[in-house]
């Protein structure tokens, strides 16, 4: 086994104390930076370790205002979103919006104006009862999940075919859905294999499962671990996204601060973790979680132990470059109203170095991140989605090329 270690620290906060005082501050006088990336590349798997903040310039940065708003209480019908499950940015810069209530994909132009609808419930070509997520796949092709079977759009909303997926095979007895939506980013799926059958299945809990991931040959490979219970304080939930140029699997389990990143054929190649971001759990919180247990799910857990720490994720998506985008809060089901409504995302590039957090007002929800932009969902204040792309400026002030 051979094992190559590198420590990087940086000086960023002798920058933050010259702009916090004014006088007194020299160059050669700037203290360390607290910010550490240390990486270890064992018998081939690449661990990235972080703690700390990064420098200022090393930071990535989202512009607050987005570059094209769709939706919200007085947007034309087209626009009037009721669950969003899934949206994308084409080649062209037009934004595709999979409305989940009446199963459309919604094609908008490069400013946001409703250009077609594709889709829609019934049984007949291109029609669907339910849809869990969608992917853009080479040439604009979009690729809907619609449960039972695989749905082909061409880039103008145009029904290209399907292919139906064998779910007595891949979703019944041991092998289980492993979440909302079982497609990657390459059009391939996954499934959850379980050991044995849980005495119940409608326990909100159950045991351990193998991640195995299925090719268009009908190749399976295994993707690490899932673990899903909902009978606890904190819900124990795997966070599955894929993503990437060639594309990667990333996993992360959201009581451990740890994302497994994993190429399509089953091997793990580097672990990114970062030492000191989770703070404690506030009491507050813990009634807040426990509330929503009892009136929502039905459970008591009162007599529950909850964790010490808040979870590490409620959410992870893999940007076009392979950079890492975890969803660190909001956590609960709903905001509490002390808190402030606000979401953030802690970002990680493809080298998996920490590049800081990214904030957003109010609940959002991020679907993708290309070059210089990300596409994501923001709920105002009466729930209503509002589809919002926004500039991304990766560290030195700049947008992507």
């Not at 420590?7 to 933050?16: A, C, D, P, Q, T």
């Not at 798997?45 to 990535?60: C, H, K, M, Q």
């Not at 769709?70 to 979103?81: C, E």
Request: charge should be negative; proline fraction near 7%.
């Amino acid at each position: 086994m051979t094992s190559r270690k590198s420590l990087v620290r940086r000086n960023s906060l002798g920058v933050l104390g010259c702009l916090a005082i004014t006088t007194g501050c020299e160059p050669d006088a700037r203290p360390e930076s607290d910010f550490l990336y240390e990486t270890d590349d064992s018998a081939g798997v690449f661990i990235a370790e972080n703690s700390g903040l990064p420098a200022p310039e090393d930071i990535w940065s989202v512009d607050p205002t987005p570059l094209v708003p769709i939706g919200g209480v007085s947007a034309p019908p087209p626009a009037l979103f009721e669950v969003v499950t899934q949206a994308v940015r084409l080649g062209d810069g037009r934004i595709v919006v999979l409305e989940n209530q009446t199963s459309e994909l919604r094609f908008f132009d490069e400013n946001g104006d409703h250009l077609k609808t594709a889709g829609g419930h019934g049984e007949g070509p291109g029609e669907f009862e339910y849809a869990s997520s969608f992917v853009r796949l080479a040439g604009d092709t979009l690729l809907i999940d619609a449960g039972d079977r695989f749905i082909l759009f061409g880039p103008a909303g145009e029904y290209l075919g399907e292919r139906r997926i064998d779910t007595v095979r891949y979703f019944s007895g041991r092998r289980l859905a492993c979440g909302p939506s079982s497609l990657l980013a390459d059009g391939s799926f996954v499934f959850c294999e379980i050991p044995s059958l849980p005495d119940t299945r409608d326990s909100g809990s159950r045991p351990p499962a193998r991640v195995i991931r299925v090719a268009r040959d009908e190749t399976e490979s295994p993707l690490g671990l899932y673990v899903e219970n909902f009978q606890r304080v904190i819900p124990e939930v795997t966070w599955i996204a894929s993503g990437g140029s060639p594309p990667i699997v990333a996993t992360m389990h959201n009581l451990e601060y740890s994302v497994r990143l994993w190429s399509l054929d089953g091997r793990l190649l580097s672990v990114v973790r970062r030492q000191d971001a989770r703070r404690s759990l506030t009491g507050e919180e813990v009634a807040a979680a426990v509330e929503f247990a009892e009136q929502v799910l039905g459970l008591d857990l009162q007599d529950e132990q909850p964790p010490t720490l808040v979870p590490a994720a409620s959410g992870l998506t893999v940007g076009i470059t392979g950079d890492i985008w975890i969803r660190r809060e909001p956590f609960l089901p709903s905001f509490l109203p002390t808190q402030k409504r606000e979401s953030f995302f802690d970002v990680f590039d493809s080298s998996g170095r920490f590049r800081g957090e990214v904030r957003f007002e109010g609940y959002f929800w991020l679907y993708e991140v290309g070059d210089d932009y990300l596409l994501g969902m923001r709920l105002d204040e009466l729930d209503v989605p509002h589809i919002q792309l926004h500039r991304l400026f990766r560290g030195d002030g700049q947008p992507s090329p």
